[in-house]
């Protein structure tokens, strides 16, 4: 079992960056694949960016590669996305997950524990 909860949105102008951060809790949650996604307003929710259970392997969407990174903390119990090079249609709920058992996967499906979602809102 593992809680999610997500931090660090906000407004940010165009060009510019954030971090989100994301704290899990909980029994072997530092087991866990992590991934981010993010659902805008009248879109499904999208795949951002994965990270395997060691910290060392990650996935990312084709629309932030190079402009997002995610990455674990050494204790492994806190995820982070740096998003740089903001965009407008980057304005989203971004939401934390967590799985078991999933290599980098990219499929809402696969990922059972989810947090509340952080609001980011990119400016032109």
């Known amino acids: 079992q593992v809680q999610l909860v997500e931090s660090g949105g906000g407004l940010v102008q165009a060009g510019g960056s954030l971090r989100l951060s994301c704290a899990a809790s909980?029994?072997?949650?530092?087991?866990?694949?992590m991934g981010w996604f993010r659902q805008a307003p009248g879109k499904e929710r999208e795949f951002v960016a994965a990270?395997?259970?060691?910290?060392?392997?990650?996935n990312y969407a084709d629309s932030v590669k190079g402009r997002f990174t995610i990455s674990r903390a050494n204790a492994k119990n806190t995820v982070y996305l740096q998003m740089n090079s903001l965009k407008p249609e980057d304005t989203a709920v971004y939401y934390c997950?967590?799985?078991?058992?999933?290599?980098?996967?990219?499929?809402?499906?696969?990922?059972?524990?989810w947090g509340q979602g952080t609001q980011v809102t990119v400016s032109s």
């Open positions: 909980g029994d072997a949650s530092s087991t866990y694949t």
């Open positions: 997950a967590a799985a078991l058992g999933v290599w980098l996967g990219s499929n809402r499906q696969e990922y059972p524990y």
């Open positions: 990270i395997s259970r060691s910290g060392i392997s990650t």
